[in-house]
């Protein structure tokens, strides 16, 4: 979806209230453009280069006022708006984001709360046991337990939830030629049983069941999102040592990578 500066109720938008991005928001850029990843929703969204600026501007918490002194002084002058247009096109903008949950007031935002020690004094940290080869059908219950997590309680918390249960598991030392026969098999099995799942599985389901099982593995994967705005796509894949597992370079050449930082 593009988000332009068009008329919006602003109404309700207090002025001097502080904004910054929602903590669940994240972005990356691709040319002019700016692609937002809304992790709670699950949603994507593009900025032209003018909405990009104030996404730019609102890593730190600014009032609607300093967006429009800051837009005004950019834009005015060196276009042919004038400063009632852009004052207009910044509040409408500010309130359509607003409205989709992109911003937020700087003092009701949710801080991430303090870390709660995993290892306490007197206290062993309990440990995950490693994850053996999955068979194809054990793999296709996992993409069906992935699917439903992420219908019903979104992006965000199944990452959460997967986060979760990887932490805990050590990273194995053994030789890469060992470990890359075990996790080529282990995407062979998420392939074949993504294959024959009912309607087939989506790109995002595979890998974040590809990095679950590498991970219960106690195998150092890293999974990835990309975005490009023109045609939009969105596409995730999971890699291992610096190298796609699931996908090939050539076809992730075009994707700008976009920080998703719950896995």
Not at 32 to 39: A, K, Y
Not at 241 to 261: K, R, S, T, Y
Request: aromatic share 6%; charged share 20%.
């Amino acid at each position: 979806m593009v988000l332009l500066p068009w008329k919006s109720e602003v109404d309700s938008l207090d002025v001097r209230a502080p904004l910054a991005r929602a903590v669940h928001v994240t972005s990356t850029r691709h040319g002019t453009d700016t692609v937002l990843l809304d992790l709670k929703r699950g949603q994507y969204h593009t900025l032209n280069e003018v909405g990009g600026r104030m996404w730019q501007l609102l890593e730190s918490p600014m009032t609607c006022n300093d967006l429009v002194r800051a837009n005004c002084d950019e834009y005015v002058g060196q276009s042919d708006a004038t400063e009632q247009e852009v004052t207009e096109a910044t509040l409408a903008l500010v309130g359509e984001m607003r409205q989709m949950g992109l911003v937020e007031v700087a003092a009701r935002m949710e801080r991430p709360r303090a870390a709660v020690p995993t290892n306490p004094a007197g206290e062993r940290r309990p440990r995950v046991a490693l994850m053996r080869r999955p068979s194809a059908l054990r793999c296709g219950l996992y993409v069906l337990a992935v699917r439903l997590a992420l219908k019903t309680v979104g992006l965000q918390r199944t990452a959460i939830w997967i986060r979760d249960r990887v932490a805990s598991v050590p990273i194995q030392a053994e030789p890469e030629t060992r470990a890359r026969v075990e996790v080529v098999a282990t995407e062979y099995a998420v392939a074949l049983a993504s294959a024959f799942f009912p309607g087939r599985a989506l790109c995002l389901e595979q890998s974040l069941v590809l990095y679950y099982l590498l991970r219960r593995q106690g195998r150092r994967a890293e999974f990835r999102v990309g975005v490009v705005p023109h045609p939009f796509m969105a596409h995730a894949w999971v890699e291992w040592g610096g190298a796609p597992v699931n996908d090939i370079v050539e076809h992730l050449q075009p994707f700008a990578l976009m920080p998703v930082g719950i896995l």
